[in-house]
């Protein structure tokens, strides 16, 4: 196809006009094989083609024309586009195999033993950096004027589920979720804590009211590891009784330490949820450190990622310990320390916190 022939006024057999001229043909061809020419990585190679052949594209906007036209104009417009697509197509091929081997040797390069290298002793070592971001949020609750709490790894039943109003036949007691353990004789059911929230209930059995308190630490689930998935994790928990305690206090709190930990630009927002030992209940997201909001693939387009969930302590939770829930209310909130990590930094995956590798863990 001649590229500066006017396809639009110029008639095909049967005496129909084409719907688009071949210099605009041209220049959208000319713009996606400059920006598959011009990708540097895989993800820009992807992002260029999908500029270019995508549901939004110019391009496809043509193709949508076809099935307005009359069968003998349909034919010759879908023929020149298919032209133009396959163009496209060849090279965005050629250009992904270039990469591909690109990357395949940047992997070999970075994998390869340097032997000649001269070891110069022991040097400092340093938190690792989920210890880092506990610590962090450690001082920011202090200053908030809560204390720290800590509890047991291993847990009873009661205090891992029944305590906190998780019904019976709720997924998460089977064994397929939790790590149970076997203790002997004992009638009691001992487990590998899966939230740090039975914390909550040994903070509540005390009777020391007002309680304003985090408790962070490891907990265990049966999960498959994976980029947001970790069999060993680490969570804070937080717990407010107190009287005239409301929603709103809990959102205050929640917007004070994200701004502390992720800066004034960041904004948050609650969703109602469903928890067990919480009602009402939220889950809490701030607005997405990778896009600034706008949307994109990490926040699924919404602009928010979820950081953890909230709510009003649920009154069946207070009377099983004794607090009478007429007089006296409050809020929890829990998080993953290791996803909120991952978040601040820009790690794209949760596994590179137990590969043990010095090369990531000596930047933070």
């Given at each position: 196809?001649?590229?500066?022939?006017?396809?639009?006024?110029?008639?095909?057999?049967?005496?129909?006009?084409?719907?688009f001229?071949?210099?605009?043909?041209?220049?959208?061809?000319?713009?996606?094989?400059?920006?598959?020419?011009?990708?540097?990585s895989?993800?820009?190679?992807e992002?260029g083609?999908?500029?270019?052949?995508?549901?939004?594209?110019?391009?496809?906007?043509?193709?949508?024309q076809?099935?307005?036209?009359a069968?003998?104009?349909?034919?010759?417009?879908?023929?020149?586009?298919?032209?133009?697509?396959?163009?496209?197509?060849?090279?965005?091929?050629?250009?992904?195999?270039?990469?591909?081997?690109?990357?395949?040797?940047?992997?070999?390069?970075?994998?390869?033993?340097?032997?000649?290298?001269?070891?110069?002793?022991p040097?400092?070592?340093?938190?690792?950096?989920?210890?880092?971001v506990?610590?962090?949020?450690?001082?920011?609750?202090?200053?908030?004027?809560?204390?720290?709490?800590?509890?047991?790894?291993?847990?009873?039943?009661?205090?891992?589920?029944?305590?906190?109003n998780?019904?019976?036949?709720?997924?998460?007691?089977s064994?397929?979720d939790?790590?149970?353990l076997?203790?002997?004789?004992?009638?009691?059911?001992?487990?590998?804590?899966?939230?740090?929230?039975?914390?909550?209930?040994?903070?509540?059995e005390?009777?020391?009211?007002?309680?304003?308190?985090?408790?962070?630490?490891r907990?265990?689930?049966?999960?498959?590891?994976?980029?947001?998935?970790?069999?060993?994790f680490?969570?804070?928990?937080?717990?407010?009784?107190?009287?005239?305690?409301?929603f709103?206090?809990?959102?205050?709190?929640?917007?004070?330490?994200?701004?502390?930990?992720?800066?004034?630009?960041v904004?948050?927002?609650?969703?109602?949820?469903?928890?067990?030992?919480?009602?009402?209940s939220?889950?809490?997201?701030?607005?997405?450190?990778?896009?600034?909001?706008?949307?994109?693939?990490?926040?699924?387009?919404?602009?928010?990622?979820?950081?953890?969930?909230?709510?009003?302590?649920?009154?069946?939770?207070?009377?099983?310990?004794?607090?009478?829930s007429?007089?006296?209310?409050?809020?929890?909130?829990?998080?993953?320390?290791?996803?909120l990590?991952?978040?601040?930094?820009?790690?794209?995956d949760?596994?590179?916190?137990?590969e043990?590798?010095?090369r990531?863990?000596?930047?933070?």
């Amino acid at each position: 196809m001649e590229r500066d022939e006017q396809v639009t006024g110029a008639t095909v057999p049967g005496g129909t006009e084409l719907p688009f001229t071949a210099s605009e043909l041209a220049e959208i061809e000319s713009e996606a094989l400059a920006a598959i020419e011009g990708a540097l990585s895989l993800a820009a190679l992807e992002e260029g083609e999908r500029g270019a052949l995508g549901k939004r594209s110019r391009f496809s906007g043509l193709y949508q024309q076809l099935g307005k036209l009359a069968p003998e104009t349909r034919k010759e417009a879908g023929q020149r586009l298919h032209e133009v697509r396959r163009s496209i197509e060849t090279l965005a091929a050629a250009r992904r195999q270039e990469l591909e081997a690109g990357e395949r040797a940047a992997r070999m390069r970075a994998d390869r033993l340097d032997l000649t290298e001269v070891f110069a002793g022991p040097t400092a070592g340093h938190l690792h950096l989920v210890t880092q971001v506990r610590e962090q949020l450690e001082d920011v609750f202090v200053g908030m004027g809560y204390e720290i709490a800590e509890g047991l790894e291993v847990e009873t039943d009661w205090y891992n589920f029944q305590a906190l109003n998780v019904p019976i036949d709720h997924p998460a007691r089977s064994s397929v979720d939790t790590f149970y353990l076997e203790a002997g004789a004992s009638d009691e059911n001992f487990l590998l804590r899966t939230h740090t929230s039975p914390v909550q209930i040994h903070l509540l059995e005390r009777n020391k009211l007002p309680i304003y308190a985090v408790a962070p630490g490891r907990v265990y689930r049966r999960d498959t590891p994976d980029a947001t998935h970790l069999p060993v994790f680490h969570q804070i928990e937080g717990l407010v009784v107190d009287r005239g305690v409301t929603f709103g206090d809990l959102a205050g709190t929640i917007d004070t330490f994200v701004h502390a930990i992720f800066g004034e630009n960041v904004s948050t927002r609650l969703r109602p949820a469903y928890f067990p030992f919480t009602e009402p209940s939220a889950e809490f997201e701030i607005s997405c450190q990778i896009c600034d909001g706008a949307g994109c693939r990490t926040c699924s387009m919404t602009g928010w990622i979820e950081l953890g969930g909230s709510g009003m302590v649920h009154p069946a939770v207070l009377e099983a310990t004794g607090i009478d829930s007429e007089e006296w209310s409050g809020f929890a909130f829990g998080f993953g320390i290791d996803r909120l990590a991952i978040m601040r930094y820009g790690i794209a995956d949760l596994r590179s916190f137990i590969e043990n590798d010095v090369r990531f863990l000596a930047q933070f």
